[in-house]
């Protein structure tokens, strides 16, 4: 299958499941996912205001200069991009075949965001942002 033709094929998924999200519990019955019994976690020790703050998310953002996740993967790509706290909205881009993202086109805080973390920061709720990392790591397998 060519990039393109698989491109448009995971758009036409993911605007179906977008509009019709039963469809989504049906795939979703069929699907095998990875279950845990329980889950690590370190209580938060100090204010927020005192902590730092990274953002991690699946969204396949990255700033326009920097390379385009690999879609062409069928295991995924695992690399993650490095995003400054200070960077612009008109800056990001999104790389993505596996969700309908054209509301995030409009308003990247929808996947990312980045504007809310500034603001959170303005109020004193949050320490600072050192930097917001993305990671995609998408699933191609789920959709041949």
């Known amino acids: 299958m060519t990039l393109e033709s698989r491109q448009k094929k995971n758009k036409i998924f993911s605007r179906l499941f977008t509009r019709h999200p039963k469809l989504v ?3 979703a019955r069929h699907s095998k996912f990875v279950e845990f019994s329980d889950a690590p976690w370190t209580p938060l ?3 927020t205001h005192q902590c730092r703050l990274s953002l991690v998310t699946t ?3 990255h700033l326009r200069s920097q390379h385009p996740f690999d879609m062409l993967d069928p295991a995924g790509d695992p690399t993650f991009r490095e995003i400054p706290a200070e960077t612009s909205p008109e800056d990001l881009d999104i790389t993505h075949d596996y ?3 054209t509301d995030a086109e409009r308003n990247i805080n929808v996947v990312f965001p980045v504007d809310r973390v500034r603001e959170l920061k303005s109020w004193g709720e949050i320490g600072i942002p ?3 990392i993305v990671n995609c790591r998408y699933c191609e397998p789920c959709l041949n």
């Open 59 to 61: 969204g396949g953002v």
């Open 45 to 47: 020790t100090k204010p």
């Open 25 to 27: 519990n049906l795939w």
């Open 130 to 132: 050192i930097r917001l």
């Open 99 to 101: 969700y309908d993202h």
